[in-house]
């Protein structure tokens, strides 16, 4: 037999002792780049840093994607009565003669006793020494019996909160500063003149270049995640501290983001994806109420979306794996500003939740659903499983219909069937891409919308293409993905004679409309497209004549697509832009992470 294995957990002579965690921190030292944790003979237990449990730490680093650097500066594991030392701090906490706190308190926190994670925080007004204030991640949560729910972190009680600044070490510090192609030196000669002249950290670093954006989040571990990625992110308790102060009285930024308040730094505010209405609102809210603090302390602010539907973005990073990275830069790089973000809030009834999905498909990528006419063959055949006759569950048909509006219209149908049970080896069906309407692709990020069109292009090579969008950089990406020439290498007559075009909106009234007919028409990140074509200053000017080329060349196109990862009002505006022609209707959703909404 194989000799058992212990699995004793050994801190590095960290002590749960409070005074001893904030010592500790006092004294710098680089943790191994990777962490790495092995299973082995009793002689070598597995070591997790800081007391912390197997369970703690696989939540931290698998559950969260943060650093091992990061979790064995700030994350510790305490239990016992050591918890009281962390928690009544306050002088206001009600005590016996004897300076004990009243048993009504030791009751409510009684559960912490077997245990959680200290988060520690760093305090800007004490020279970044570790702060007094932190919060508990309750291995055993209590029930919150108003809310119905578990307190998934507790605050020392009687004490204002406060927000996190993490203990960064350089090899996070690094990656924040290639992120943001800012040089560090770290010539032994340059480093003694910096601790002579004025020792930095991390966070003193960050105030000394304002250019760098800080993203404010709700929860430790999510702004631990960003960090780990190289942005750098601020924790805050809730959705609604990072203010303090009375609507319309008084309201001001919180004073532990003030440091860090530069003129002209920006901060971007980044919470979690919600679904509830009401939750919804709440987060609109406090995110108009945070902006509106931000702006009036000389800083600029901006709100980035969450695609979902992962709630958090460090639930988001874990879900998304090596494509984490870039998905999430190019959300943080499209982030709103303020005024942005309010007209494109939307109640959910606003948006597309009026057109239902008639089928669900089980796919990534919405190029693996798509039945290619060349393979028409192959496309219909189905499996055993399935009655021949209920094909049509695979190929719209097309009927029309006498109804209301839709009068004289034609749409693309499919039959119900309650009695269908998929098989779990061939869940996903197909679909025809249309060759005539208008398309909306409602679909998460990374979920193939750009490889649908570069397929049309493929198979329509001979039909005059037009990618129009709002942003240089993402025409430029797709410029080169969907092979069109860009506008800004053209001259006037190269404009009207190229067979496959990406020109920004902002330049559209450049096009000579005479000549515009184009067969496909395919419009990029729609919802924040119509934003900037109805409210930006780039267009103002003109805007008369972009709408009226926009028209133009809307009306006369066979076929236009438009695109989001949040599909709202501009599903409408094309439709009264191309009214008058051929509209049919075909829903599809996914039951996967992606939805997918296509509107004919």
């Not at 701090?89 to 030791?106: C, E, F, H, L, Q």
């Not at 003694?192 to 105030?207: A, M, Y």
């Not at 693996?368 to 055949?381: F, M, N, V």
């Not at 009655?387 to 719209?396: H, R, V």
Request: hydrophobic share 35%.
């Amino acid at each position: 037999m194989s000799p058992k294995l212990s699995w004793k957990i050994l801190g590095k002579n960290v002590n749960t002792n409070k005074n001893a965690i904030k010592s500790g921190n006092k004294e710098r030292f680089e943790p191994k780049p990777d962490c790495k944790v092995s299973v082995e003979q009793s002689e070598h237990p597995i070591e997790y840093p800081n007391n912390l449990t197997p369970a703690e730490y696989h939540e931290l680093l698998a559950g969260s994607a943060i650093h091992p650097a990061l979790i064995e500066s700030s994350f510790f594991h305490i239990e016992g009565e050591t918890i009281y030392d962390y928690l009544f701090i306050s002088n206001k906490i009600p005590r016996r003669n004897a300076g004990r706190v009243t048993d009504a308190y030791i009751r409510q926190y009684q559960h912490l006793l077997l245990g959680g994670t200290w988060i520690q925080s760093l305090d800007p007004f004490n020279n970044w020494q570790p702060m007094e204030w932190g919060r508990i991640k309750p291995n055993f949560p209590r029930i919150d019996w108003e809310k119905g729910k578990p307190v998934k972190y507790e605050s020392p009680p009687k004490t204002a909160n406060r927000v996190t600044y993490f203990d960064i070490r350089n090899c996070i510090w690094d990656k924040v500063a290639k992120r943001y192609l800012i040089k560090r030196y770290h010539s032994v000669l340059a480093l003694r003149l910096l601790d002579k002249l004025n020792p930095l950290i991390f966070w003193e670093w960050v105030k000394q270049h304002p250019e760098i954006p800080i993203i404010l989040c709700e929860g430790e571990k999510k702004a631990a995640c960003l960090l780990s990625l190289g942005f750098v992110a601020i924790a805050l308790p809730g959705i609604w501290n990072g203010r303090v102060g009375k609507q319309d009285f008084d309201e001001r930024l919180h004073p532990d983001l003030v440091p860090m308040a530069q003129a002209g730094r920006k901060f971007i505010i980044l919470f979690d994806y919600e679904t509830k209405a009401n939750t919804r609102w709440s987060v609109f809210q406090a995110t108009v109420r945070t902006a509106k603090a931000i702006l009036a302390a000389g800083c600029e602010c901006e709100v980035a979306l969450l695609p979902g539907p992962e709630k958090g973005v460090d639930d988001f990073v874990v879900a998304r794996g090596e494509d984490a990275n870039t998905l999430l830069t190019a959300i943080i790089d499209d982030a709103k500003s303020l005024a942005d973000y309010q007209r494109s809030y939307r109640a959910k009834k606003w948006g597309l939740s009026r057109y239902k999905p008639d089928v669900t498909v089980n796919i990534k990528y919405l190029s693996q659903a798509l039945c290619i006419p060349d393979l028409e063959e192959k496309c219909s055949s189905v499996p055993t499983l399935y009655d021949i006759e209920k094909e049509q569950l695979f190929t719209p048909s097309v009927s029309s219909t006498s109804c209301g509006e839709g009068e004289g219209k034609q749409e693309l149908i499919i039959s119900d069937c309650p009695d269908h049970k998929p098989s779990t080896q061939n869940p996903k069906k197909s679909f025809r891409f249309p060759e005539i309407g208008l398309v909306v692709l409602w679909s998460d990020m990374g979920t193939g919308k750009t490889e649908l069109m570069r397929w049309w292009r493929d198979q329509n090579p001979n039909a005059r293409f037009l990618n129009n969008g709002h942003r240089v950089n993402l025409l430029k990406n797709l410029a080169e993905r969907l092979q069109t020439a860009m506008y800004s290498d053209l001259g006037y007559t190269g404009l009207a004679q190229a067979q496959a075009l990406s020109i920004t909106i902002d330049s559209l009234h450049k096009l000579n409309t005479q000549s515009l007919t184009y067969g496909c028409i395919f419009i990029d990140e729609a919802c924040q497209y119509l934003t900037h074509l109805l409210h930006s200053n780039t267009c103002k000017q003109h805007r008369a004549a972009i709408l009226e080329v926009l028209e133009y060349i809307v009306y006369n196109a066979p076929l236009v697509v438009i695109a989001d990862a949040h599909m709202e009002g501009a599903t409408r505006f094309c439709e009264v832009l191309k009214s008058g022609t051929y509209i049919a209707c075909f829903r599809m959703r996914s039951q996967l992470k992606n939805q997918i909404l296509l509107r004919i």
